[in-house]
């Protein structure tokens, strides 16, 4: 597989643990919104899905610091000029022409396909956003000013004061249950692999023939 260099450019905070990092661009880098690029450090490697959009001179990620993780603490503290190795984009997580309506569902930052399918022209689709509090939902205006329909989950504190789309007080998946109409539905998962997991359970049982994507981060 081809490998690139990425210089990063900088880096902007959401929370105390979440950030979006960005780096040059090298010239020949192609992608598909929905793609994700293999960090490289000798035999560790982790991947992180670019966010788009894709004409940009920049590349940028979503990143959660995982304290005393093996490679995250390494871009969460990287400084302007720093040099990374990727490999060339890949993956098939990727925006298809929809057959039934679209539902998305993603938590924490496996939020980030769904912010480069919005970013590539996705518009009218469902989007379940699980976080574990208001300040976790990463892109929120973005992307609820471009869904059909938004509900953020929140699964832990709910504020007293709030502004924004209504929130669900509860995980992703029984959102799904109770307030999806059956019928036939495209369905994009991603996030924890528990989650994906959970929602699955629940796609089974609730809406039949539908058709299923997963990208399960950790
Ligand atoms: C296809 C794919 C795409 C991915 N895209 C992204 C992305 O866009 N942004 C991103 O932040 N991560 C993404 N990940 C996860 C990422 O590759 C790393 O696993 C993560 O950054 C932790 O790496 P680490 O070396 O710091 O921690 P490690 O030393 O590998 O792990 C430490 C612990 O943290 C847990 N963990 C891993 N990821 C998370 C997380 N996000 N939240 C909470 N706990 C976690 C692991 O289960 C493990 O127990 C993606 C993973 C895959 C497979």
Known sequence: MDAFTLEMTDRRWW???????????PAGFDYLPGQKV?????????DYTLLGPLEADHLAICVRHIPGGRFSPRLAGARPGERFTVTAPFGYFTFKQPGHPVV????GTGIAPFVAFVRAGARGFDLLHGAR??????YRDELSRSARRYVPCISGPVPTVYEGPPLYEGRVGPCLAERW????YDFYLCGRGDM???????????????????????
């Open 38 to 46: 293999g960090f490289v450090d000798g035999p560790l490697r982790r």
């Open 104 to 107: 998305w569902v993603a938590t």
């Open 196 to 218: 994906i997991r959970d929602v699955m359970a629940i796609i089974d049982t609730h809406f039949e023939g539908a058709h299923v994507f997963t990208e399960r981060f950790y």
């Open 15 to 25: 929370t105390d643990d979440t950030f979006e990092i960005r780096f040059v661009r």
């Open 181 to 184: 109409s059956p019928g036939r």
């Open 133 to 138: 509090t208001v300040a976790d939902l990463y």
